[in-house]
C-alpha cells in the first residue's frame, strides 16, 4: 500500500505526513502526528469528539481522508490556546465547571469557537443548535451553554 | 486545626479544578491515548448470533498472515469456578466474567467477544480478523424478559436452576434467582385501603453513553510482571480482575488509571483490559485494544430493560396503606442484574407498614448488563413514582403533598431493613412545593409532572497519601479515578481541614503501586469515602505540623495549635513566638525529623441515603406526539457541597440522561437477535437543543458520619426523571404512558387511542 | 486487504476518465459524510476514491437566467450562506442544512445526498418539490435530468455506468412562489428523518394557488412526488379544505416500513401532517 505524501498547515505550522488512503484526518492526527487532544467517540461523525476546523469550516476530523489535508489548514484543539494564554472560551468552561470528564471538552470548544467567529452574539437556541453534533453525556449541556453564552457577552464587551 | 463548626472557608464554592487547563488544552491524556513504542493494534472478533455454539475456532491462516503478533481466544483463559464478588454495587461471577471476556462454548449475544488479535497495524489486525474461521451453530435465541422466562423458551445457561425459591427447580431455566423482600401483611394493608391503583410498565435497556470508548495498554514483560494504562472507574478492581483472569500475582500487575471519559457505572468492570494484558503477553509487545462505538453498544453496559408491575393502596387522606410489586430484570446473557437494588429501592421513600416485592434477575441474548448510575433504582422507582401519580390524581390531592404524607423520615424503618437516620427527602419535597416552577402557568397542550427517588450511596475501601514538599505546597494522592471534578472536592476538603489555599493542594489519582487499595469510583462513594480518607491524612499532617512547630520553637507540643494554615502559641503562656505557615515549617522539615507526609487507610461506614424530588414541564404535540421539555427542575439533598458548581452538574447530568431514558433511548433488535441501533445516530442520546437548561437546587441535610456532612451526589439525579416526565405527559395529554421510552409513535399511538 | 487508492482530479473529464478506468471499484467523495461512514463499516470496499472537492465548477454557486446553478460539491455551510439562494428557494437551504450536524453542514453535498440515494435524504424532497435540474456528466459527454428521476431505489440511482453529477439547476421563480421543508425526528438534531415533506406553490394575486409541487421523503422506497397532493392546492387558497386534502393526499401515498426508525402508522399520519405545515409556510413565503 502506498502511502501519501500530504503537505498542509496545521495550527498555523506547515506539516507534511504520510498517510494511507484510507486513514481519516483524525486517524492522521492522533496516530501519526500524535495530536491527541481531538478524540474518536464514534468515527461516524455522530458525536462531535473530533471537531476541527479545516479552511475555517467547521468539520468532523473522522469524516475527512487525511490526503484530502493537502493544501489546506486545519486547526485543531492543541492550536486554541496563543502561548501561556487560554483562549476566553477554554478560560470560561474551566470557571463555570463546564466540563465534567472532559473528552467531549475539546470537540466543544473548537466548535463554540467557529460559532462565535460566525456570530458573536448567539442566542441560547442559536448556541444549542450549533453544538447539537457534539455530545456530552456528563453536564446536561446547562454549564456549557451558559459558559459560551457569557464568553460570547464578554468578548463583545471586550 | 478547622472544627466543623467554623466558618467554611472553602467547602461549597467553585474553584476552577486542579486538572481544568489539560482538559480544555487537549493535553489530559484518556484511554486510547498512550502509545508505546513497538506498540501493537490489537483487535476482537465478536459473534454476529444472539445464540449460537462455537463448534471450532480456526485461528492459523490469522496467525501466519505477516504483521501478525498474537492471537486468543477462551482457550488462552483458564476456566474459572463460580465465584461471586463485590463489584460496585452488584456482584461479579469470575466463571462469568471469563466467559464474557471470550466466550467459551457457546456465544451468547450479537457481539459477544470470541478471539482477538494483535498486529503491527490497524488494517492487518482487521485483516487477521476476517481470516479467523469460526463454524458457529445458530441457536433460537431470547431477547425479551418476559419471553425468557417462558418455559418453553430457549435456555442460555444448561446449568441454571433458579435460586431463591424451594425446592430447588430440576429444570434449568433462563430464572437465575428470585428474590422477595417485605414488611408486614400486605394482604391486611390492601384491605384497609379506600382506593387502589396497579398498572404494568415497560422499560428499555439503556446504555451509559460515555463519549469515550472502552481502551486499554498493556505491556508485558518477561519476569511476569505487566503494566496496563485503562479507561476505568477503579484501577484497584480492575487489577483484581485482571490478575484473577490471568492467573498473575495482584502486586506484579500495576494499573495506571488513564483520564476517563465518562463511565456512569459502565467503567466498573472489564472488557478490553484482560483482552489487551493477554495478547501482550502472547506477543511480547505492548498492545492497546480500544472499542469502536458499535462495540461499545453491542458487547459493553447497558443496564437492564425489565417488566414491571405495581400495586397501590391508600386511603382517602392519602396515607399509602399497602405498597407492591413483581420486578422482572434481563440482566443480558449472565446473570446478576440489579434487580435487588431494584426491589430494596422500590418504596424506599416511602413510610408504609405493608411492602411485599417479589424480583426476578432473568438472563437473555442481549450482553451482560453493567452498572448504570443507581443501579436498578431508576426502573424500579419509574414505576412506584408513575403508580403515585395515578394515586394523586384519583385522589385529588396534590402529587407533592401525596409524597409529604408518607415520606420516610429520620427513624422510618425502610422496607429493606434499616432504620433512616437523619434524611432529607421531606426537605426536598417542601423545596418543590416552594419552588416558583411548580406555580408557574402552564399553556395549551403543556403539562408538569414531579417524581422523587431515593439511592443508599456507599462508603467503602479508601486511601490518600498526603506529602508535604520543600516549599510547603502538598502533594495529595488518592486511588478514586476523577471522573467529574473529583480532584477538585479532594483538593477543597484538604484545604479546608488544613486552613490552606486550595491552590496549594496538588491532587493526582495515584497508580496501584503506589497507593494502599481504593475501591472504585462508584454508588456515589468517592466525595464521602476518599474525601474522608483525605480529611484524615489532611489531620495526621496538621498534627505532625505542630510536632514540628513545636520543635523549632522548643515548647511542648501541647502548647502548640493549629489554626488557619499556621502553627501559633497555644496562648501567652506558651510564648511569643511568630506563627509558622506550612511553608516554613517545610523548609526546616530536615532539622526536625525528616519529610512530613501522612496516609491514611479507611473502610468508610455510613454513607447517608440520598433523595431527589424534581419538577418538569413538558409540550406535546398532539399531531405528531413528539414531547419537548420545556422547564426543568432538580432538587437534592446533597448533605454537604464541597465542590457547588460540580455538585450541580451531577445533578444536571443525571437529570439529561433520565430525560434521555424517559423519551429517546433504547436498545433495538432485529428478528435475529442482532443490535439494530449499536450507534449514536440511532441510540438517541439528548442533544444540546434537545434539553431547556436544567436548575439544580441543592438542599443540605447533614450526614452526621462525615466531618462535613457529605452525602453521595451523583447516582439520584437519574432516579425521578422516567416518571417525572411521564407524568407530566399525562398532565398534558390525559393518557398514562406506561412503557419506555415514550418516543412519538407511542405517544401518537396512546392519544389516538385515548387510553 | 485492498489496495484503496485516493485520487483528486482538477476537471470533470479527468474524474469521468478516472471512473471509467476504475471499472466500477471508484467511490466519489464529495463531502465525504456518508462515504466514510460506509467504509469504515465495511459496507464498500473501492479500489479508487476520487474527491470532487477541487474541481471548481463543482464547487461554485452562479447566477444563471434568474436561476441558480450550484456545484454539487458544494458545501451545506456554504450554500446557506448564499444570499440569492435563502431568498429564491429558502424550503431547499432549510432541507440541505437540515442534513446532520453543523460540522457535518460543514462537508455535505447536495450532490452527495442525491447519489447516496437514501429514501430518507432530506436535500431531495426539497429539489424535488422545486423541479430543480441536474447536469451529468459521463463517457459520452454531458445530459440533464430532472432531479426527480434520480433516485430509483435505496442505494441506487439511475446514473449510467462512470457518469457523475456536477451541479443542480433551479430556475428563475414567478412571482409569488414559495416554497418550504419540514422533516420529523424524534429529537431535534442528529437524527435521519422518520418522514420529509417539500412544498412549492405559486399563487396569483388573489392568493389562488396556481402551480404547485409537494414530494414525501423517507415513507417509500424512494422519494414520493405527490401529484394528488399538488392538485388540492392549485386552484385553492390553502383553505381548511384543501389542506385536509393536502393531508390526505400525502398520507395515501405513503408506502412506508416499520424499523427503527418510526412505525407505518406514525410515518404516514405524519406525513400528512408535515404536507399540511410545509405547504403553510411556502403559502407564508409566497405572500412575501
Known amino acids: 500500500m502506498a502511502k501519501i505524501h500530504v503537505t498542509t498547515t496545521i495550527n498555523g505550522e506547515p506539516t507534511e505526513f504520510l498517510c494511507e488512503p484510507q486513514q481519516t484526518l483524525l486517524d492522521v492526527l492522533r496516530d501519526e502526528l500524535r495530536l491527541t487532544g481531538s478524540k474518536e467517540g464514534c468515527g461516524t461523525g455522530d458525536c462531535g469528539a473530533c471537531s476541527v476546523t479545516f479552511d475555517g469550516r467547521l468539520i468532523c476530523s473522522c469524516l475527512a481522508l487525511g490526503a484530502e489535508a493537502e493544501g489546506h489548514e486545519i486547526e485543531t484543539i492543541e492550536g486554541m490556546a496563543e502561548g501561556e494564554n487560554l483562549h476566553p472560551l477554554q478560560q470560561k468552561f474551566l470557571e463555570h465547571a463546564a466540563l465534567q470528564c472532559g473528552v467531549c471538552t475539546p470537540g466543544i470548544l473548537i466548535a463554540a469557537k467557529a460559532l462565535l467567529e460566525k456570530n458573536p452574539d448567539p442566542s441560547e437556541s442559536e448556541v444549542r443548535y450549533w453544538l447539537a453534533g457534539n455530545l456530552c453525556r456528563c453536564t446536561g449541556y446547562d454549564k456549557i451553554i451558559r459558559a459560551v453564552l457569557e464568553c460570547a457577552a464578554d468578548m463583545r464587551g471586550a | ?755 | 486487504m485492498n489496495a484503496l487508492t485516493y485520487a483528486s482530479p482538477g476537471s470533470v473529464d479527468e474524474a469521468v476518465k478516472l471512473l471509467a478506468a476504475a471499472d466500477g471499484n471508484a467511490r466519489l467523495l464529495a463531502g465525504g459524510t456518508d462515504l466514510l461512514v460506509q467504509l469504515r463499516l465495511g459496507m464498500i470496499e473501492p479500489s479508487l476514491i476520487i474527491d470532487v472537492k477541487n474541481i471548481s465548477e463543482m464547487t461554485a454557486i452562479k447566477e444563471e437566467n434568474g436561476g441558480f446553478r450550484i456545484g454539487a460539491s458544494i458545501s451545506g455551510a456554504a450554500l446557506g450562506e448564499h444570499a440569492g439562494m435563502q431568498r429564491a428557494w429558502p424550503g431547499v437551504v432549510e432541507a440541505v442544512a437540515l442534513i446532520g450536524s453543523t460540522q457535518i453542514q460543514g462537508r455535505a453535498t447536495m450532490g452527495g445526498n442525491l447519489c447516496n440515494a437514501s429514501p430518507a435524504a432530506d436535500a431531495v424532497p426539497a429539489m424535488i418539490a422545486a423541479d430543480a435540474l441536474c447536469t451529468i456528466a459521463g463517457p459520452d459527454g454531458r445530459r440533464e435530468a430532472r432531479v426527480e428521476e434520480i433516485v430509483t431505489g435505496p442505494g441506487e440511482t439511475s446514473l449510467e455506468a462512470f457518469e457523475m453529477v456536477v451541479d443542480f439547476f433551479f430556475p428563475a421563480r414567478p412571482a409569488r412562489s414559495g416554497d418550504a421543508y419540514l422533516r420529523f425526528i424524534p429529537r431535534t438534531e442528529m437524527d435521519i428523518a422518520v418522514v420529509g415533506a417539500g412544498v412549492s406553490l405559486t399563487l396569483d394575486e388573489a392568493g389562488v394557488c396556481t402551480a404547485a409541487r409537494m414530494a414525501l421523503g423517507a415513507v417509500a422506497a424512494t422519494q414520493l412526488v405527490v401529484e394528488d397532493a399538488a392538485k388540492a392546492l392549485i386552484g385553492s387558497t390553502l383553505d381548511g379544505a384543501a389542506m385536509e386534502k393536502l393531508d390526505s393526499a400525502a398520507r395515501a401515498a405513503c408506502r412506508p416500513i416499520d424499523d427503527k426508525r418510526g412505525t407505518i402508522e406514525h410515518r404516514t399520519k405524519v406525513a400528512g401532517v408535515l404536507a399540511r405545515r410545509a405547504a403553510a409556510i411556502a403559502k407564508q413565503r409566497a405572500e412575501g
Open chain 2, 1 to 755: 486545626m478547622a472544627s466543623e463548626n467554623q466558618e467554611l472557608k472553602w467547602i461549597g464554592t467553585s474553584p476552577v479544578r486542579p486538572d481544568g487547563t489539560d482538559k480544555v488544552t487537549g493535553r489530559a491524556k484518556f484511554g486510547a491515548d498512550l502509545m508505546l513504542p513497538g506498540m501493537l493494534t490489537g483487535k476482537i472478533l465478536r459473534s454476529p448470533h444472539a445464540h449460537a455454539k462455537i463448534k471450532s475456532i480456526d485461528t492459523s491462516k490469522a496467525e501466519a498472515l505477516p504483521g501478525v503478533k498474537a492471537v486468543v481466544s477462551a482457550a488462552d483463559i483458564a476456566e474459572m469456578p463460580s465465584e461471586w464478588v463485590p463489584a460496585g454495587e452488584l456482584q461479579l461471577n469470575y466463571r462469568d466474567l471469563a466467559s464474557n471476556i471470550m466466550a467459551r462454548g457457546k456465544a451468547l449475544y450479537d457481539g459477544h467477544a470470541v478471539a482477538a488479535v494483535a498486529a503491527t497495524s490497524a488494517a492487518i489486525a482487521d485483516a487477521a480478523l476476517d481470516l479467523i474461521a469460526v463454524d458457529y451453530e445458530v441457536l433460537p435465541h431470547v431477547i425479551d424478559v418476559e419471553e425468557a422466562m417462558a418455559p418453553d423458551a430457549p435456555v442460555l445457561h444448561e446449568d441454571m436452576f433458579t435460586e431463591g425459591v424451594t425446592p430447588t427447580p430440576d429444570k434449568p431455566s433462563n430464572i437465575f434467582k428470585e428474590i422477595d423482600i417485605g414488611i408486614g401483611d400486605v394482604e391486611t394493608g390492601f384491605a384497609a385501603a379506600d382506593l387502589i391503583v396497579e398498572r404494568s410498565f415497560k422499560t428499555a435497556p439503556v446504555h451509559q453513553g460515555y463519549i469515550e470508548p472502552h481502551a486499554a495498554v498493556a505491556s508485558f514483560a518477561e519476569d511476569g510482571q505487566a503494566e496496563l494504562w485503562c479507561s476505568t472507574q477503579g484501577h484497584f478492581t480492575a487489577r483484581a480482575y485482571c490478575a484473577k483472569l490471568l492467573g498473575m500475582d495482584v502486586s506484579d500487575l500495576r494499573v495506571t488509571a488513564s483520564e476517563i471519559g465518562g463511565g456512569f457505572g459502565g467503567k466498573t468492570t472489564v472488557y478490553v483490559e484482560p483482552v489487551a494484558l493477554l495478547l501482550s503477553r502472547k506477543a511480547g509487545r505492548p498492545v492497546r485494544v480500544v472499542m469502536t462505538r458499535d462495540e461499545v453498544f453491542r458487547a459493553s453496559g447497558p443496564t437492564s430493560g425489565a417488566a414491571n408491575w405495581v400495586k397501590i393502596g391508600v386511603t382517602n387522606d392519602g396515607k399509602i396503606v399497602a405498597g407492591e410489586a413483581v420486578l422482572k430484570y434481563q440482566a443480558g446473557a449472565f446473570p446478576g442484574s440489579p434487580v435487588q437494588p431494584g426491589c430494596m429501592c422500590a418504596f424506599a421513600p416511602y413510610d408504609i407498614e405493608n411492602v411485599k416485592v417479589k424480583g426476578y434477575d432473568v438472563v437473555t441474548n442481549r450482553p451482560k448488563v453493567a452498572a448504570y448510575r443507581a443501579p436498578g433504582a431508576p426502573i424500579a422507582e419509574h414505576a412506584v413514582e408513575s403508580v403515585l401519580d395515578e394515586v394523586a390524581k384519583k385522589l385529588g390531592m396534590d402529587p407533592i403533598e401525596l409524597r409529604q404524607k408518607n415520606a420516610a423520615r429520620e427513624g422510618t424503618n425502610a422496607a429493606y431493613g434499616p432504620k433512616f437516620g437523619p434524611i432529607g427527602y421531606a426537605e426536598t419535597l417542601a423545596a418543590a412545593k416552594a419552588h416558583p416552577h411548580y406555580s408557574a402557568p402552564l399553556g395549551p397542550n403543556q403539562g408538569r409532572g414531579v417524581a422523587s427517588g431515593f439511592w443508599f450511596n456507599v462508603g467503602g475501601d479508601s486511601c490518600a497519601t498526603m506529602n508535604v514538599s520543600e516549599d510547603g505546597t502538598l502533594v495529595l494522592a488518592t486511588g478514586s479515578p476523577d471522573i467529574g471534578g473529583s480532584r477538585a472536592s479532594m483538593a477543597i476538603m484538604a484545604a479546608e481541614t488544613l486552613g490552606i489555599d486550595v491552590a496549594d493542594v496538588r491532587p493526582i489519582v495515584a497508580d496501584t503501586a503506589s497507593l494502599g487499595y481504593t475501591f472504585l469510583t462508584g454508588g456515589s462513594r468517592v466525595t464521602f469515602a476518599t474525601g474522608m480518607a483525605v480529611i484524615e491524612a489532611s489531620k495526621q499532617i496538621a498534627e505532625e505540623l505542630r510536632q514540628r512547630a513545636a520543635k523549632i520553637w522548643d515548647i511542648s507540643v501541647d502548647a502548640v495549635v493549629w489554626e488557619d494554615g499556621y502553627a501559633k502559641p497555644a496562648g501567652a503562656n506558651a510564648g511569643d513566638f511568630e506563627p509558622l505557615s506550612i511553608g516554613d515549617i517545610a523548609a526546616q522539615a530536615g532539622k526536625t525529623g525528616g519529610p512530613i507526609s501522612a496516609n491514611a487507610a479507611l473502610n468508610a461506614q455510613g454513607a447517608g441515603p440520598g433523595f431527589g424530588t424534581h419538577i418538569c414541564d413538558v409540550e406535546v404535540d398532539p399531531e405528531t406526539g413528539r414531547v419537548t421539555v420545556l422547564r426543568y427542575t432538580a432538587i437534592q439533598d446533597c448533605g454537604k457541597a464541597i465542590h457547588k458548581a460540580y455538585v450541580e452538574g451531577q445533578i444536571q447530568g443525571g437529570a439529561a440522561q433520565g430525560i434521555g431514558w424517559a423519551l429517546n433511548e433504547e436498545y433495538i433488535y432485529d428478528e435475529k437477535g442482532r443490535l439494530d441501533n449499536p450507534g449514536f445516530l440511532d441510540y438517541r442520546i439528548p442533544v444540546a437543543s434537545d434539553l431547556p437548561m436544567i436548575e439544580a437546587v441543592i438542599v443540605e441535610v447533614a450526614n452526621p458520619t462525615h466531618p462535613y456532612g457529605v452525602r453521595g451526589v451523583g447516582e439520584v439525579p437519574i432516579i425521578p426523571p422516567m416518571a417525572t416526565v411521564a407524568n407530566a405527559i399525562e398532565g398534558a395529554i390525559g393518557v398514562r404512558m406506561t412503557e419506555l421510552p415514550m418516543s412519538p409513535p407511542k405517544v401518537l399511538a396512546a392519544l389516538d387511542n385515548g387510553r
